[in-house]
């Protein structure tokens, strides 16, 4: 008799363990069910309408040409001229955005997507820079200014130099190739920045840009200064630099970066992407490198916001 009590109970175990693995297992398949349909309606926003946005911080670009020795097919050497580009940033940046997040402006049945439109505005200063004895063309200089996903901004960023303000114009190449739109404002089309971006100037940057979930800026400047709020409680940050003061509360959070290593570090790495691979890897949040063992290493790049459900 105890012998099939036993194994009445050993039996009324295993039937309910099958019965909790059976219900775990439906569970598991719901929630990563609507994982799926959660991340193809997000896939889908990213693709018709905007996408996570990354910024990078204006630089100054300068073409000049050089004599170089070059080799014809047959292995003739010849003088020829290559055009290169030099790059010059800012020496201070400081930066403020002001988030206005949503939760109600993409949504389908149970599936919501969180969207911001972030007021950025930045101040900055462009010292005289020191360059090498080059044959500079000043009259083909451009002040840059990436966007990652242009569909994304109200109006054409401008920028305030010496009480002027100058818009930036969207490049014709758009972002598909390089995943940034290389917005710039050319000395071709305003020769009275010749001077100043020979001799340094201050500027005021304003734009109003639109994205999904994440926002990254990308600083170039020698030193950055960086401060956030929005109107959003439940916020990850993450990215090159973590933000050293910050706070959330009831739907506010505030954030605040302070670095002086990160702009020179960037800038490099911008200089040195020769692919549009490469470039995408910024708007993705991560820069790509072979080590000394020819290993290739991802880096985190930008200061990042995460707005989360």
């Given at each position: 008799?105890?012998?099939?009590?036993?194994?009445?109970?050993?039996?009324?175990?295993?039937?309910?363990?099958?019965?909790?693995?059976?219900?775990?297992?439906?569970?598991?398949?719901?929630?990563?069910?609507?994982?799926?349909?959660?991340?193809?309606?997000?896939?889908?926003?990213?693709?018709?309408?905007?996408?996570?946005?990354?910024?990078?911080?204006?630089?100054?670009r300068?073409?000049?040409t050089?004599?170089?020795?070059?080799?014809?097919?047959k292995?003739?050497?010849?003088?020829?001229?290559?055009?290169?580009w030099?790059?010059?940033?800012?020496?201070?940046?400081?930066?403020?955005?002001?988030?206005?997040?949503?939760?109600?402006?993409?949504?389908?049945?149970i599936?919501?997507?969180?969207?911001?439109?972030?007021?950025?505005?930045?101040?900055?200063?462009?010292?005289?820079?020191?360059?090498?004895?080059?044959?500079?063309q000043?009259?083909?200089?451009?002040?840059?200014?990436?966007?990652?996903?242009?569909r994304?901004?109200d109006?054409?960023?401008?920028?305030?130099?010496?009480?002027?303000?100058?818009?930036?114009?969207?490049?014709?190449?758009?972002?598909?190739?390089?995943?940034f739109?290389?917005?710039?404002?050319?000395?071709?089309?305003?020769?009275?920045?010749?001077?100043?971006?020979?001799?340094?100037?201050?500027?005021?940057?304003?734009?109003?840009?639109?994205?999904?979930?994440?926002?990254?800026?990308?600083?170039?400047?020698?030193?950055?200064?960086?401060?956030?709020?929005?109107?959003?409680?439940?916020?990850?940050?993450?990215?090159q630099?973590l933000?050293?003061?910050?706070?959330?509360?009831?739907?506010?959070?505030?954030?605040?970066?302070?670095?002086?290593?990160?702009?020179?570090?960037?800038?490099?790495?911008?200089?040195?992407?020769?692919?549009?691979d490469?470039?995408?890897?910024?708007?993705?949040?991560y820069?790509?490198?072979?080590?000394?063992y020819?290993?290739?290493?991802?880096?985190?790049?930008?200061?990042?916001?995460?707005?989360?459900?």
């Amino acid at each position: 008799m105890r012998s099939n009590f036993l194994t009445f109970k050993i039996i009324a175990i295993t039937i309910l363990v099958a019965l909790f693995w059976i219900g775990l297992l439906f569970i598991s398949t719901l929630v990563s069910e609507r994982q799926g349909y959660q991340q193809a309606f997000l896939r889908e926003i990213s693709q018709n309408n905007i996408s996570p946005q990354t910024v990078i911080s204006p630089y100054i670009r300068v073409p000049y040409t050089e004599i170089k020795t070059c080799l014809d097919d047959k292995k003739v050497a010849y003088s020829c001229t290559e055009e290169q580009w030099v790059y010059i940033s800012a020496d201070s940046t400081q930066w403020t955005a002001d988030f206005k997040v949503s939760d109600d402006t993409y949504k389908r049945t149970i599936y919501r997507a969180i969207s911001y439109t972030a007021n950025l505005t930045a101040k900055g200063i462009f010292q005289k820079p020191t360059l090498e004895n080059k044959d500079y063309q000043w009259n083909r200089a451009e002040i840059m200014f990436p966007v990652h996903d242009p569909r994304g901004l109200d109006t054409q960023p401008t920028l305030k130099i010496l009480n002027k303000n100058y818009t930036f114009e969207m490049s014709p190449k758009g972002s598909d190739a390089s995943g940034f739109d290389f917005m710039r404002i050319s000395t071709k089309n305003y020769p009275e920045l010749i001077n100043a971006i020979q001799n340094g100037f201050s500027f005021d940057l304003a734009t109003n840009i639109t994205g999904l979930g994440k926002f990254s800026l990308v600083p170039t400047s020698r030193s950055v200064s960086y401060q956030a709020k929005g109107n959003w409680a439940d916020i990850k940050y993450s990215g090159q630099n973590l933000p050293f003061a910050k706070t959330s509360t009831h739907q506010q959070f505030t954030a605040q970066w302070k670095n002086i290593a990160l702009g020179h570090q960037n800038i490099s790495k911008l200089i040195d992407c020769d692919t549009s691979d490469c470039i995408r890897q910024f708007s993705q949040g991560y820069y790509t490198q072979e080590n000394a063992y020819d290993v290739e290493q991802s880096q985190r790049i930008g200061l990042s916001v995460l707005v989360q459900i």
